[in-house]
C-alpha cells in the first residue's frame, strides 16, 4: 500500500458510527461503520461510543486508530468501503476479480478493451472504476470467453451452467 491516495491526513468520528476521512490527495469520503461495528467480533470495542470518537489518524496515514496497535482500520479499505457505500465500485472487487478469474493484468486488460496501465490504475485504486468497466468483468464471468472471440448473445441458464461446469 506505497499509493499517497490512501494515506490519511485527517479523520474525524461523527455521532452512530460515521467517520469523516480526508486523503492525501484531497478527496473527502463519509463512511458508515455501523455494520462492521456491530457484527465484527474484533470491532466489539467500538460499540462503546466514547471509544469511537477517540478515532485519530494512524502511523504515517495508513490508518484509523482507536487503540494503538490493537485496534485500526486500513486506510486502503476505508476508502474502498466509503467508495462502494456511496454508489461507487471500489478498487478491492478488481483484486476479488483477478484472483477469482485468474487472469494476469495484461490478460484482463485485454479482455476488457483497456490498457494494462490503466487496468493497474483501476486495481490499485488511483482511478475511480466506471460501472461499464465492473459491468464488463461481470459480463466476461458470465461467459467466460475460451478464446479471443467474443460470444453473440448472453447465455441462457442452462448455457451458463455449461459454461461453469
Sequence with gaps: MSKDHFVLTAVEALPDYHLRLTYADGRVF????????NTTDFLAPLRDSILFLHAKVGFAGRSVDWIEDELDLGSDN?????????????????WVWLQESGLTLTQAAEALGVSRRMMTYYRDGEKPIPRSIWLACLGWEAVRPKDRSLPLHTPSAREYAALHA
Excluded at 79 to 86: D, T, W, Y
Design 30 to 37: 463519509m463512511v458508515d461503520l455501523t455494520d462492521r461495528v
Design 78 to 94: 476505508l476508502r474502498h468501503l466509503a467508495i462502494e457505500q456511496a454508489g461507487g465500485i471500489g478498487h478491492e472487487r478488481i
